[in-house]
């Protein structure tokens, strides 16, 4: 085993270094490593659209699994009802105004809010006359205080809105992933 594992690290080293020399920089280029924030699945993306009872019975070794049919086909109409179902939450509304300059600035109050908490969903949206920036996809409106007490000093007029959310995060104290990826910078003379 432990010989196979070595093997195996082996060959994803030297395949790691030919992707490293395929991947120059353009000419005139240079690259350099940058740090992005994305947010962690809000569930198993393995297992999302699949019914338990199926992977059990093929994951199960020496384990037996048998269910009336009737569960499996009410189960896989739970999974097909609720495919892309939003539920009742709590957000922070960062931004909301109807002047003439209210597009780029909700565009900007959004930016500002990504620097400064990665790893939180923001959604930007017109309902004739106002912009409207709102962050955070919350289960409880404690959860959505605790954001809002964070943000009061970068956002003094916010506010906690009830909307229809996004599934948040099965983990919340690890809501955000953090991923490294490389980006070309025009080399400087």
Do not use: C, W
């Amino acid at each position: 085993m432990k010989k196979l594992t070595l093997i195996l690290l082996l060959s994803l080293l030297s395949f790691a270094a030919l992707r490293a020399q395929e991947n120059k920089a353009p000419e005139g280029m240079v690259a350099i490593d940058s740090i992005v924030y994305r947010p962690s699945a809000a569930s198993d993306a393995a297992l999302e659209g699949k019914s338990i009872f199926s992977v059990l019975a093929r994951d199960a070794k020496g384990v037996s699994v048998s269910q009336d049919p009737g569960i499996v086909t009410a189960m896989n109409a739970h999974i097909s009802y609720n495919r892309r179902k939003k539920m009742n939450g709590y957000r922070v509304r960062i931004f909301f105004d109807n002047k003439q300059n209210s597009r780029g600035a909700s565009e900007a109050a959004m930016n500002r809010f990504r620097g400064a908490f990665p790893g939180y969903s923001a959604y930007r949206s017109f309902t004739s006359p106002h912009f409207k920036v709102t962050v955070g996809d919350f289960r409880t409106k404690s959860e959505a205080l605790r954001l809002l007490n964070r943000v009061k000093g970068m956002f003094p007029s916010a506010f906690i809105v009830k909307e229809q959310i996004n599934y948040p995060p099965a983990d919340r104290s690890n809501a955000y992933v953090a991923d490294t990826v490389q980006v070309y910078k025009p080399a400087s003379k």
